[in-house]
Nanobody
C-alpha cells in the first residue's frame, strides 16, 4: 500500500515536504506521481517521476515543487516551496510498482495541504 504524509497548514511563502511510502516487498518504483484536488475542483496532476529520473511538472508548480524518490526506502517525496493559497488541496500520491506479486498501481489516501493567505 501507499501511505502519504506531510500535509499541514502553512503561511503563504512557506514550505512543506510530502512523503509517499510504499510498503511490502517492492522491487522497483517504475513511476510515481502526485496529484491534487482543491475543494470543488477536479483532480489535477502536479508532478511525476520515472525511474530513469525524468520528471514532469504542472506549469503552475514549475520552479517551486520538486519530486524525487528514494528507492532504498521505497519512498517518494514532493518538496513544495513558495507555497501559495492556490496550492491548497488534498494531495494524493500514485505509484506504478514492481512487487513480489507482480506489477501494481496504487494510490495513497491523500494528505491535506492548507496555505493561509
Amino acid at each position: 500500500q501507499l501511505q502519504a504524509s506531510g500535509g499541514g497548514l502553512v503561511p503563504t511563502g512557506g514550505s512543506l515536504r510530502l512523503s509517499c511510502a510504499a510498503s511490502g516487498r517492492i522491487f522497483r518504483i517504475n513511476t510515481m506521481g502526485w496529484y491534487r484536488q482543491a475543494p470543488g475542483k477536479q483532480c489535477d496532476l502536479v508532478a511525476t517521476i520515472v525511474n530513469d529520473g525524468t520528471t514532469n511538472y504542472a506549469d503552475s508548480v514549475k520552479g517551486r515543487f520538486t519530486i524525487s524518490t528514494d528507492n532504498a526506502k521505497n519512498t517518494g517525496y514532493l518538496q513544495m516551496n513558495s507555497l501559495e493559497p492556490e496550492d491548497t488541496a488534498v494531495y494524493y500520491c500514485n505509484a506504478d510498482l514492481i512487487t513480489h506479486s507482480g506489477r501494481r498501481v496504487l494510490w495513497g489516501q491523500g494528505t491535506l495541504v492548507t496555505v493561509s493567505s
